[in-house]
């Protein structure tokens, strides 16, 4: 289904919004400051996405979108599977350093939408799916066992965790390291 454009008005809004959710939790911001900090009426937010659970989905979406477009561009030409692989780690560590300040926005939100019905985990729930489905394309285009997937999905989730909670600076070199060597155990 095609989603028609966002208005400038709108954009603003999403722009904020997402900053917003993101620093200070999706459950402590409401409209109405959302409406102030982007210089429009709190009818112009629910003209332009109907509700705050709409406007969250929106805000995980993009969010979503901008990093499946960050790591695939990222390991988009990197040798045979096996270096892609290890290069989503690199460019993991790269994201960690530039853009994740508070974690992940996606376990936030499922950790503040624990409803698995609810849109907005949907949505953080479809991220982490697809991401553990491009581990599992990876590993079967490296001839690898496809159970590997797995643990690379928890070294990935494990380092981003680590950097965020424990201000591991190097948590996704680490992580890389490790997947290194269980692709090397499978080799």
């Not at 409209?31 to 705050?52: H, P, Q």
């Not at 936030?108 to 409803?115: C, G, H, R, T, V």
């Not at 990876?138 to 680590?162: F, P, Q, Y």
Request: hydrophobic residues 45%.
């Amino acid at each position: 289904m095609a989603t028609k454009p966002l208005t400038p008005a709108a954009e603003r809004v999403l722009a904020v919004a997402g900053e917003l959710f993101y620093q200070r939790g999706i459950g402590s911001v409401g409209m109405e400051l959302i409406a102030a900090e982007a210089g429009v009426t709190k009818k112009t937010v629910y003209d332009r996405f109907g509700s705050k659970e709409a406007l969250v989905v929106a805000y995980l979406r993009a969010r979503d979108e901008r990093w499946r477009a960050y790591l695939t561009g990222s390991i988009e030409g990197v040798g045979d599977a096996r270096q892609r692989v290890l290069a989503t780690f690199d460019a993991l560590g790269e994201w960690l350093r530039t853009e994740s300040g508070r974690g992940c926005a996606m376990v936030n939100a499922l950790a503040e939408l624990p409803d698995r019905a609810h849109p907005g985990h949907r949505a953080a729930a479809d991220q982490k799916a697809w991401l553990r489905t491009l581990y599992a394309d990876l590993v079967r285009e490296a001839g690898l066992n496809e159970s590997l997937a797995d643990k690379l999905l928890i070294l990935h989730e494990g380092a981003v965790v680590t950097f965020s909670v424990a201000g591991l600076q190097d948590a996704a070199a680490l992580a890389r390291e490790a997947a290194d060597a269980l692709i090397s155990r499978q080799s």
